[in-house]
């Protein structure tokens, strides 16, 4: 009912740059918060950045400075600029949205993930 679909990942080296996006579709009524979330190999998935409806953002310290988080409401899309990239960045990149559904349901609805490898 419900799908996200993410793009734009791939092998990039350091200090390089990627901008990731993902695009909700089905029967959604209305999206509140979006965000981006990564797991490393071996590592439990963390979150990355979140933005609300009303555009307020969020960053784990880390990539504060060096990512940028945007939506546009009217596509349904949310999007994850990651400028001077770093090895530790390496990680597969998940979208996550909070989503009001035409059935009236609320849920959070997560994509399949988007490969990101920082290596020279």
């Known amino acids: 009912q419900v799908q996200l679909v993410e793009s734009g990942g791939g092998l990039v080296q350091p200090g390089g740059s990627l901008r990731l996006s993902c695009a909700a579709s089905?029967?959604?009524?209305?999206?509140?918060?979006m965000g981006w979330y990564r797991q490393a190999p071996g590592k439990q998935r963390e979150l990355v950045a979140t933005?609300?409806?009303?555009?307020?953002?969020n960053y784990r310290d880390s990539v504060k400075g060096r990512f940028t988080i945007s939506r546009d409401n009217a596509k349904n899309t949310v999007y994850l600029q990651m400028n001077s990239l770093k090895p530790e960045d390496t990680a597969v990149y998940y979208c996550?949205?909070?989503?009001?559904?035409?059935?009236?349901?609320?849920?959070?609805?997560w994509g399949e993930g988007t490969l990101v490898t920082v290596s020279s």
């Open positions: 996550n949205a909070n989503i009001y559904t035409t059935q009236r349901t609320f849920m959070a609805y």
């Open positions: 089905g029967s959604i009524f209305s999206i509140n918060n």
């Open positions: 933005i609300s409806r009303g555009y307020s953002t």
